[in-house]
């Protein structure tokens, strides 16, 4: 391990996913709806340690959105934050039913740093299907490495680890790749520490990774996350509670309990510039 690894061996990426697709005001009416509400979020989530900032946008009207315009404001008001340099993360995503076009046109445009990269479809909800049809996948995983931006390999059951494995051998992805594992989500796997250590342990040996609990398993799946030496992902879109029954008052009130219960363990949260180095991302200058 050379001079560098050692500096970052006890830094750990927290990624504050600030808005996601489903919570909406009824959930929490602290929810960021508007491109700046987000950005301002996003900054406050910085300022209490967070080094990654993963976003979602939102129509007028709250529902779900590609909307390229949306995207950039937000980004563009982020990125206008006075020495606020945290790292970019858009959503491929969005939420269930958009084309594939929609969902790759901001990532190439805007350029974040990272971009989610769902390796599989997905019963979402248990009443509709969240598509990922290897056409797009495909095409996705080649985007990204065409636009220099690092795709964040999000996991809802093993399956898609497998899927990852094969489209890195396929060279649609390029190691070492980055994992965010995501448990709770309904139609995928269950917010178990059990399943939370299966799941790791498939991850191919020289990739990063980062994990997160979806609403009751928020706490456990990040304590374990942290015993492991995983990365940590917190925010809204997961968890809309501070404390059961008890709302969080914000994001960055999420993220510094994560950052404090990182120093608890002996580890520093990572700046956005020493993420960039552990997770092997490219910095874009504008």
């Not at 390229?68 to 563009?76: E, G, L, P, S």
């Not at 931006?149 to 094969?166: C, L, R, T, V």
């Amino acid at each position: 391990m050379n001079t560098l690894d050692q500096n970052l061996k006890n830094k750990k990426v927290i990624t504050a996913c600030i808005t996601g697709s489903w919570p909406t005001r009824k959930d929490n009416p602290n929810l960021s709806i508007t491109p700046e509400e987000i950005a301002n979020d996003v900054y406050e989530c910085w300022k209490a340690g967070a080094a990654v900032a993963h976003i979602h946008v939102r129509n007028d009207d709250g529902t779900p959105s590609t909307d390229f315009n949306k995207y950039k404001q937000t980004i563009d008001l982020i990125r206008a934050k006075k020495d606020c340099d945290i790292c970019i993360n858009i959503t491929s995503s969005g939420s269930v039913g958009f084309g594939d076009e929609e969902r790759i046109y901001p990532l190439t445009e805007l350029l974040p740093e990272l971009a989610s990269y769902d390796c599989g479809s997905l019963n979402w909800m248990h009443n509709t299907v969240f598509e990922n049809h290897p056409r797009f996948l495909e095409k996705l995983g080649y985007a990204l490495q065409e636009s220099n931006i690092k795709p964040e390999i999000e996991i809802f059951d093993s399956g898609m680890i497998y899927n990852a494995i094969y489209y890195m051998k396929k060279g649609v992805l390029k190691a070492p790749c980055h994992f965010q594992i995501v448990l709770g989500a309904p139609g995928g796997m269950d917010n178990s520490v059990e399943n939370l250590v299966f799941l790791k342990n498939l991850i191919p040996e020289g990739s990063t990774w980062a994990a997160c609990g979806i609403g009751k398993g928020h706490m456990p799946i990040m304590y374990t996350t942290i015993a492991m030496g995983g990365h940590l992902r917190i925010g809204f879109e997961d968890n809309v509670f501070y404390h059961k029954g008890v709302l969080a008052k914000s994001n960055a009130q999420i993220v510094a309990r994560g950052k404090r219960l990182l120093e608890e363990f002996g580890y520093e949260a990572a700046t956005p510039e020493e993420a960039r180095k552990i997770l092997g991302l490219t910095k874009k200058v504008f």
